[in-house]
């Protein structure tokens, strides 16, 4: 008892200091960077001051360059807060109403959706509007194609709604584009153009912007996806269908500056800020912009935050607020996959005093073992590190995602093997189920296939993907 009593005595006058905690970070940080997990940069701050940044790996790998933390990475879908931002920031000028409806803005948009949906529901995802995954070769048809504003809008605004408007929760990409239109449409400026007078230059955010693919932008970091062989170069998309959805790029330390602005009413009124940080529909507790909901870190231990990651063309980004103390971690990343749940929630323990060990991810392991022994042989050896949980971890996404490598590399009886096994181990993501009904597709076995879309809508009903996949193959 004397020495538990000497221990917490100790803990209280010798706290943590911010050199240890640094170091901590890093080692966390530095550990991802060997297994191949993490190539960017990373900032940490707690009670309003940075108390860690760096950057590891390339940011061009054609000149071995290396990231640095004024590096420039692409944000992906961080890029929505920024757009629900700008809008209440429209909003606070009185020049956009969260009542309102699209058709009050775009009288062209479909009425039978334009009258129905809300500025709020756009911004909280519960419009009902679909996400480009329902057109089944968004990817690479339509994303490489150029868009005017008008036509993009033409491409969805007559889609059938997944739900009634406000009664449920559907994260909507084509959702935040139309909210980019309007702003335009409203305001006569340019959605990049607003973003830096209304956002960044108030923020001093000099080193973000709005990016389109002609652009020549110093420090730049190229995207990059981690392959079976080592990197590929990320694959191209014209940023004209992105606009208010994740054609934003930033810095670590712009994001700071932006989460200090958010703390202190800087860009936006208290009323409004409150508003979009308010937790929305559950699950998702989306507000507007933001996930607002506890983030868990450890089995019993959660915090409550707001929060954004971002996917695009290799690249990844998470950024987590912590209100109560001031406190942030971002990571942005360019190269892709990589478990940026995992790595935010491996610093997170750190700013809480919790111990942290980095095992090594099985889908890394499970890279070599396909390279060297194929997959049936690295299949087989799945369970044994599964079960080393000293040493091994597993991150369903990332498995998910090198059954999808090898479908890609038409890798056909490779992908099949590594599918059917990954939709034993995780019969509950949706994700896994119809990818594995899609390798079944590209085999020709449409029977098999339907059975996994089915599967995935079983799971997740308003699952756009799975559901034309099924019409798609003919089968209801």
Avoid at 39 to 55: R, T
Avoid at 92 to 101: A, E, F, P, R, V
Avoid at 404 to 423: K, S, Y
């Amino acid at each position: 008892m004397r020495c538990l009593l000497l221990l917490g005595w100790l803990l209280a006058v010798h706290p943590v200091t911010a050199q240890e905690k640094k170091e901590k970070l890093d080692a966390v940080i530095q550990r991802y960077h060997e297994y191949n997990m993490f190539d960017g940069a990373v900032l940490v701050a707690e009670n309003g001051k940075v108390i860690y940044k760096n950057a590891f790996g390339l940011a061009n790998r054609e000149w071995n360059i290396p990231n640095t933390t004024d590096t420039k990475f692409m944000i992906g879908s961080v890029s929505k807060p920024l757009t629900a931002l700008l809008v209440l920031v429209q909003v606070q000028k009185g020049l956009i109403s969260l009542d309102k409806t699209i058709s009050d803005y775009l009288p062209e948009f479909s009425k039978k959706n334009g009258r129905r949906i809300t500025i709020k529901q756009l911004l909280s995802h519960t419009s009902g509007m679909p996400n480009y995954d329902i057109i089944k070769d968004f990817f690479p048809r339509i994303s490489r194609q150029h868009f005017s504003r008008e036509d993009y809008v033409k491409l969805y605004m007559d889609s059938s709604l997944a739900f009634e408007p406000g009664s449920s929760y559907y994260y909507s990409s084509w959702g935040y584009f139309t909210l980019g239109y309007i702003m335009e449409r409203v305001t006569g400026k340019s959605y990049a153009q607003l973003m830096k007078e209304d956002i960044f230059d108030k923020a001093g955010m000099a080193n973000s912007g709005s990016y389109f693919h002609t652009q020549v932008v110093n420090k730049r970091a190229s995207g990059y996806d981690y392959t079976l062989d080592g990197y590929a170069s990320a694959d191209f998309r014209d940023q004209s269908n992105t606009m208010g959805t994740g054609d934003l790029y930033s810095t670590v330390e712009d994001l700071f500056k932006l989460h200090m602005a958010l703390g202190n009413y800087s860009l936006l009124n208290k009323k409004l800020t409150d508003e979009m940080f308010a937790p929305g529909m559950r699950p998702a507790q989306y507000g507007y912009g933001w996930f607002n909901k506890q983030f868990k870190y450890t089995a019993t231990d959660s915090v409550r935050s707001n929060f954004h990651l971002g996917m695009t063309e290799g690249f990844l980004s998470f950024f987590l607020r912590i209100p109560t103390t001031n406190s942030m971690v971002v990571i942005l990343c360019n190269s892709s996959p990589t478990d940026f749940f995992g790595i935010t929630g491996d610093l997170v323990k750190v700013l809480y005093g919790k111990p942290v060990t980095v095992k090594q991810p099985v889908h890394k392991a499970m890279e070599k073992l396909i390279a060297a022994k194929g997959a049936a042989a690295a299949v087989k050896e799945y369970a044994g590190m599964k079960n080393d949980s000293v040493h091994y971890y597993v991150d369903w996404i990332s498995m998910d995602f090198l059954a999808n490598q090898l479908l890609t590399l038409n890798r056909m009886e490779e992908a099949r093997i590594v599918g059917e096994h990954n939709a034993l181990e995780f019969p509950n993501k949706d994700l896994v189920l119809c990818t594995l009904g899609k390798i079944y597709e590209a085999l020709g076995r449409k029977t098999d296939a339907a059975v996994y879309y089915k599967k995935a809508l079983g799971i997740s009903p308003t699952y756009e993907e799975a559901r034309n996949r099924l019409k798609a193959i003919g089968i209801k």
